[in-house]
């Protein structure tokens, strides 16, 4: 799960609230106190992008390949997890500083952060109740993003086969953030 940003206009640094369960590409609204939230309702209007991940379990950074922990004859059973190259506070990314980095003004970035998405570049993209693009228009219908290249293999930059002579991060879709 992850966000590369492209190019973007705001790097914006906010506090988030606590107890938040936020991955990098998540897009992210103020609560009444100026803290950050995830989006929750279809078709509202975010403040931005989460460029930083706030969770206790997964990583919001790419990764290409497993890593497997625990395997021994421990009696524990093992566990398969994407390898990335920096866990920071066992995935708190905004735990030393209680904020977190938000894009918004604009900006071009591929994410694999999608909800429902049919169509073809140049559709319109809206935020669903888990803080995810989509296709599908709902609630205040608020359009935040223009898709721009639709879903499909994005490459690592690690040798391979898979995409234009890399290995593949998975699923990625490019899209011009309006917000």
């Given at each position: 799960?992850?966000?590369?940003?492209?190019?973007?206009?705001?790097?914006?640094h906010i506090a988030v609230e606590p107890g938040q369960e936020i991955i990098e590409g998540d897009f992210v609204k103020l609560n009444?106190?100026?803290?950050?939230?995830?989006?929750?309702?279809?078709?509202e209007l975010?403040?931005?992008?989460?460029?930083d991940t706030k969770s206790?379990?997964?990583?919001?950074?790419?990764?290409i390949n497993d890593a497997t922990i625990e395997a021994?004859?421990?009696?524990?059973?093992?566990?398969?997890?994407?390898?990335?190259?920096?866990?920071?506070?066992?995935?708190?990314?905004?735990?030393?500083?209680?904020?977190?980095?938000v894009y918004h003004s604009g900006?071009?970035?591929?994410?694999?952060?999608?909800?429902?998405?049919?169509?073809?570049p140049g559709h319109v993209l809206y935020v669903n109740v888990s803080g995810k693009l989509t296709t599908t228009s709902a609630g205040a219908a608020n359009i935040?993003?223009?898709?721009?290249?639709?879903?499909?293999d994005w490459p690592s930059g690690v040798p391979g086969t898979d995409v234009h002579g890399?290995?593949?991060?998975?699923?990625?879709?490019?899209?011009?953030?309006l917000i």
């Amino acid at each position: 799960m992850a966000l590369i940003p492209l190019y973007f206009v705001v790097a914006d640094h906010i506090a988030v609230e606590p107890g938040q369960e936020i991955i990098e590409g998540d897009f992210v609204k103020l609560n009444n106190d100026g803290e950050v939230v995830i989006c929750d309702t279809a078709g509202e209007l975010p403040y931005g992008v989460a460029g930083d991940t706030k969770s206790t379990s997964v990583s919001g950074l790419p990764s290409i390949n497993d890593a497997t922990i625990e395997a021994g004859d421990d009696g524990v059973e093992p566990q398969t997890k994407p390898f990335v190259n920096r866990v920071s506070d066992s995935f708190d990314e905004t735990k030393a500083s209680g904020r977190i980095t938000v894009y918004h003004s604009g900006g071009k970035f591929a994410t694999d952060q999608i909800g429902t998405i049919v169509g073809n570049p140049g559709h319109v993209l809206y935020v669903n109740v888990s803080g995810k693009l989509t296709t599908t228009s709902a609630g205040a219908a608020n359009i935040i993003a223009i898709m721009t290249k639709a879903p499909a293999d994005w490459p690592s930059g690690v040798p391979g086969t898979d995409v234009h002579g890399s290995m593949s991060l998975g699923t990625y879709m490019e899209y011009k953030l309006l917000i």
